[in-house]
């Protein structure tokens, strides 16, 4: 029986979240909710597409459409607004042998990328996939190149004393020498949403990078999403604001999204040690399973990263189109 794929209907989209937390590729930007925020804020046309074999889903794959002077374009996630993954999630796929898995995974795909040609006939395409997809072949065998990029993800299913002994020497110090009362870390709302979208803002211009994500976009995304959460974390000394991240949480994980840039507050205080060890106490605390660290592609940034011992993840960034039009679409720095 042959795969059928097609822009998920209203019924569709009643249970579109449920498929999306059975999906091991699942994430909170891939809730319903989270997809038309993502396209408000982007400027483009979402087309959530499902696949189904017979009455049984077998995987959904978001696209976003973007016209810019006549071009159609296409992304998973919509670029500008930094969401760190989506691509395709697939559904009722873990008890099948391989072979059977892999043919359904294909003709799935297939069927997904056969529509976007048939309807939409894009000139570029560019997706960026989660953690949970470890085969690219699909995309390669539609004309895709895909490049494997990389994350850190800590175990947080150990005892909290383990997990703290694994990390590196100077991590511990930092976590376990600082006097509690010198600092708070508290998880809070907009107001704290706002003050991190600042911080980080402030910081990529000062190093004359980009950084386009409006406050809107982040706020609608915390307000809306259905079942995940957008979770500031900040640190404060004496009362004052001194840096915070922003994390993304879903299903048993959490990630680092935003923040945990440099703060320029003059405060002997390990400011992003404590924050990153408050996420993960507070994962522990509620069940979680997983810390991402979102990126280990940066050579001066894994050097912090690595000292909490984490593991090395794998995702993939597929791009499709001619020489031309990648070389245009890599003058947007945040496409990949």
Same mark, same amino acid.
């Given at each position: 029986?042959?795969?059928?794929?097609?822009?998920?209907?209203?019924?569709?989209?009643?249970?579109?979240?449920?498929?999306?937390?059975?999906?091991?590729?699942?994430?909170?930007?891939?809730?319903?909710?989270?997809?038309?925020?993502?396209?408000?804020?982007?400027?483009?046309?979402?087309?959530?597409?499902?696949?189904?074999?017979?009455?049984?889903?077998?995987?959904?794959?978001?696209?976003?459409?973007?016209?810019?002077q006549f071009v159609t374009t296409v992304f998973s996630p919509p670029p500008h607004i930094r969401v760190p993954y989506l691509g395709p999630a697939f559904l009722n796929m873990g008890k099948l042998k391989q072979r059977k898995r892999e043919?359904?995974?294909?003709?799935?795909?297939?069927?997904?990328?056969?529509?976007?040609?048939?309807?939409?006939?894009?000139?570029?395409?560019?997706?960026?996939?989660?953690?949970?997809?470890?085969?690219?072949? *699909?995309?390669?065998?539609?004309?895709?190149? =895909?490049?494997?990029?990389? !994350?850190? %993800? @800590?175990?947080?299913?150990?005892? #909290?004393?383990?997990?703290?002994?694994?990390?590196?020497?100077?991590?511990?110090?930092?976590?376990?020498?600082?006097?509690?009362?010198?600092?708070?870390?508290?998880?809070?709302?907009?107001?704290?949403?706002?003050?991190?979208?600042?911080?980080?803002?402030?910081?990529?211009?000062?190093?004359?990078?980009?950084?386009?994500? *409006?406050?809107?976009?982040?706020?609608?995304? =915390?307000?809306?999403?259905? !079942?995940? %959460? @957008?979770?500031?974390?900040?640190? #404060?000394?004496?009362?004052?604001?001194?840096?915070?991240?922003?994390?993304?949480?879903?299903?048993?994980?959490?990630?680092?999204?935003?923040?945990?840039?440099?703060?320029?507050?003059?405060?002997?205080?390990?400011?992003?040690?404590?924050?990153?060890?408050?996420?993960?106490?507070?994962?522990?605390?509620?069940?979680?399973?997983?810390?991402?660290?979102?990126?280990?592609?940066?050579?001066?940034?894994?050097?912090?990263?690595?000292?909490?011992?984490?593991?090395?993840?794998?995702?993939?960034?597929?791009?499709?189109?001619?020489?031309?039009?990648?070389?245009?679409?890599?003058?947007?720095?945040?496409?990949?």
């Amino acid at each position: 029986m042959s795969i059928d794929v097609r822009v998920a209907t209203d019924d569709d989209r009643e249970r579109w979240n449920d498929h999306v937390q059975r999906s091991p590729q699942g994430t909170l930007c891939h809730e319903l909710e989270a997809l038309e925020v993502q396209a408000e804020h982007s400027g483009s046309t979402l087309h959530p597409l499902i696949g189904f074999k017979g009455q049984e889903p077998v995987g959904l794959f978001p696209v976003f459409e973007l016209k810019k002077q006549f071009v159609t374009t296409v992304f998973s996630p919509p670029p500008h607004i930094r969401v760190p993954y989506l691509g395709p999630a697939f559904l009722n796929m873990g008890k099948l042998k391989q072979r059977k898995r892999e043919r359904r995974r294909q003709r799935f795909m297939d069927g997904c990328l056969e529509w976007i040609q048939s309807e939409l006939s894009p000139r570029y395409a560019h997706i960026r996939t989660s953690t949970g997809v470890g085969d690219a072949r *699909p995309f390669k065998w539609n004309e895709f190149d =895909a490049t494997p990029e990389y !994350t850190y %993800a @800590v175990d947080l299913t150990r005892e #909290r004393d383990d997990l703290l002994m694994s990390f590196s020497s100077d991590a511990r110090s930092n976590i376990t020498s600082t006097d509690e009362d010198e600092y708070e870390v508290t998880v809070g709302d907009s107001k704290e949403i706002a003050l991190i979208h600042e911080q980080v803002k402030h910081r990529y211009e000062s190093q004359d990078i980009s950084f386009g994500v *409006p406050l809107e976009f982040v706020q609608d995304l =915390a307000d809306r999403t259905a !079942t995940g %959460a @957008v979770r500031p974390y900040t640190l #404060r000394v004496d009362g004052e604001f001194v840096g915070g991240i922003l994390a993304l949480e879903y299903g048993d994980r959490t990630g680092r999204w935003m923040g945990g840039v440099r703060t320029d507050t003059d405060v002997d205080v390990p400011t992003n040690d404590l924050l990153d060890w408050a996420i993960m106490e507070d994962g522990m605390e509620r069940g979680l399973e997983t810390y991402d660290l979102v990126g280990a592609d940066t050579r001066r940034i894994n050097r912090y990263k690595a000292k909490f011992n984490p593991e090395l993840e794998t995702y993939y960034s597929l791009e499709y189109g001619s020489w031309g039009m990648k070389t245009v679409a890599s003058l947007y720095d945040s496409v990949k």
